[in-house]
């Protein structure tokens, strides 16, 4: 007896040192029940957020994310577009580090909304990672926008100059030129790193705005991040945030960054989905609170860090459904935004490109990174433009008499050279210098020399009469 105590004893003695975790027992929930795009799920408390796996049978699982929850139940969407569900399936809680690639590997790449490769050019061959969420920059450190950017776009950097840091929307309806728009920014645009997201487009424009768009020299200092329409709405989110998240990584780096999202409206339209999914009341023509808490805290990411060694200069488009420039995402956007450049469908319709609306559009930044010579200049060609504007049914019926008005006159007299001025083709970067002088042309036309004989007194004097300066 003595021998098996000493034996047991020495058989414990063996175990000394090893692992003692607790393995705690795993919980698994029960599908109960799908309306749309939720799945309701009893039997889990997990925060919102958490991750869980749907088991669909030995060879599939679907991947989801908690939403909401009620009253003892737990509400799940896809992240991915799934099938294949059936009451009482296994949902099991997994292990999820919200991590994300970032480098320079990145470069020339397109990535989804996961941060996977789809341009079948093999893995992104980076093992640096940060996590999704930024730890954000108190507003009264951040660096004031102070510097000019240079868009290569005449009509943009004369009269609707854009600073470094600053956050654009470029509302539009559909077909007016937008992506075109975006396309020559990424060309023209002085910038280190161009980060391009595009949310929620159909899947043959993602494909064409690389090929023919962007084109090969523009992909080679970008980063596009694609969620076409037909991914869950949580991926198409999910992609507008890590296209801000890289813009942030490479401002970190001290990095000048250009970030393009199309669009705000479709990221508004995923966050609409989410919550009317799971009941939360709408409040503005189908939009519930949320969608409008969602839309700050996305755009207020960019800007300029604290110390002003980096930047991230945004342009978000919005789609105006319907060219409804009161459209509640549209009307959100131009309030938090720092200035919005409104495209025009008359013009469009007319073939002026871009068919950016003076009138419309603002820059607020503006009157801090230009001078007040230029802001002068700037002020005269909208007055002048919007002069024309005002009289223009008057002057195609003829029922304008010259000479009734001097800046009327003006405005007809200079509008073909304005025209001309506010046009540009798709392969012509025209740069910051360049596009002052020739708005400076425009508004101060030279005149021919004439010679004029003026008596004073006994003698005769030659004036050479000058044209008065526009301001």
Do not use: W
């Not at 919200?98 to 490769?117: M, N, S, Y």
């Not at 409206?265 to 009341?281: D, F, G, H």
């Amino acid at each position: 007896m003595a021998i098996k105590r000493q034996s047991f004893t020495q058989r414990l003695a063996n175990y000394e040192g090893q692992d003692k975790t607790v393995l705690e027992p795993q919980v698994i929930g029960k599908l109960v029940r799908v309306v749309g795009m939720v799945l309701e799920v009893v039997g889990l408390e997990l925060s919102i957020g958490c991750r869980c796996l749907v088991i669909c049978d030995d060879q599939r699982s679907i991947e989801t994310e908690v939403v909401g929850f009620s009253e003892g139940k737990l509400f799940l969407m896809p992240i991915e577009t799934g099938v294949g569900l059936k009451p009482g399936l296994q949902v099991v809680p997994i292990a999820h580090e919200d991590k994300v690639p970032v480098g320079e590997c990145l470069l020339g790449r397109v990535i989804d909304g996961a941060g996977r490769p789809l341009d079948g050019k093999g893995s992104l061959g980076n093992e640096k990672t940060i996590g999704m969420q930024a730890e954000l920059i108190n507003p009264l450190e951040r660096q004031p926008i102070s510097a000019v950017l240079d868009v290569g776009i005449r009509s943009i950097n004369s009269a609707l100059t854009v600073g470094r840091g600053q956050r654009l929307g470029l509302f539009a309806g559909s077909g007016v030129g937008k992506s075109v728009l975006l396309g020559m920014m990424t060309r023209f645009t002085e910038a280190d790193v161009i980060v391009v997201g595009l949310i929620g487009e159909r899947g043959r424009e993602v494909k064409e705005f690389i090929d023919h768009v962007l084109d090969e020299e523009g992909l080679k200092r970008s980063v596009v991040v694609a969620s076409p329409a037909d991914d869950a709405p949580l991926m198409r989110m999910r992609a507008a945030m890590l296209a801000t998240r890289l813009a942030e990584s490479f401002r970190d780096e001290g990095k000048h960054v250009l970030l393009l999202m199309d669009s705000l409206t479709r990221y508004a339209q995923a966050q609409r989905e989410i919550a009317l999914s799971i009941n939360e009341p709408p409040a503005t023509k189908g939009y519930p609170p949320s969608v409008f808490a969602k839309i700050p805290q996305l755009v207020e990411r960019a800007g300029n860090d604290a110390d002003g060694s980096g930047s991230v200069t945004a342009f978000y488009t919005v789609l105006t459904e319907g060219d409804d420039l009161q459209d509640p995402v549209a009307d959100a956007a131009r309030a938090i935004l720092d200035g919005h450049l409104v495209l025009s469908r008359t013009l469009a319709d007319e073939g002026h490109y871009p068919a950016i609306d003076l009138e419309g559009s603002i820059s607020r930044a503006m009157p801090s990174v230009v001078s007040a010579e230029h802001m002068q200049l700037a002020q005269r060609l909208r007055h002048l433009y919007s002069r024309y504007q005002q009289s223009r049914d008057l002057i195609n019926v003829g029922a304008y008499v010259p000479g009734s008005d001097p800046e009327t006159d003006a405005a007809i007299e200079r509008l073909p050279v304005i025209r001309q001025f506010l046009q540009q083709s798709l392969n012509e970067a025209v740069n910051f210098g360049t596009s002052l002088a020739q708005l400076h042309a425009v508004l101060n036309p030279p005149v021919p020399e004439q010679s004029q004989r003026v008596e004073n007194g006994n003698s005769g004097n030659t004036i050479n009469p000058q044209a008065p300066a526009v301001y």
